[in-house]
């Protein structure tokens, strides 16, 4: 069976982990929406995460990919 990668992480964990990984600029240029490019921050990068599905399912797939293609 295969465990939901997202099972017990918070957004903000996850974001936390992709802006670590990638940095704003290369995070902004995978996922074009307004917040991680003008003046990006984990808090308003939140805010616009929980009320916008679209987004969130977007952060939620890539840091999906980006864990499954980092070696154990």
Not at 31 to 45: A, E, G, K, L, M
Request: proline share 6%; with cysteine.
């Amino acid at each position: 069976m295969n465990p939901d990668p997202l099972h017990g992480k918070t957004l903000e964990s996850i974001l936390t982990y992709l802006v670590d990984l990638y940095g704003w600029e290369q995070l902004s240029s995978i996922i074009r929406i307004n917040c991680f490019i003008d003046n990006p921050s984990i808090n308003s990068s939140l805010k616009f995460l929980r009320k916008t599905d679209w987004a969130r399912k977007k952060v939620e797939e890539l840091y999906i990919k980006t864990i499954k293609s980092q070696p154990n």
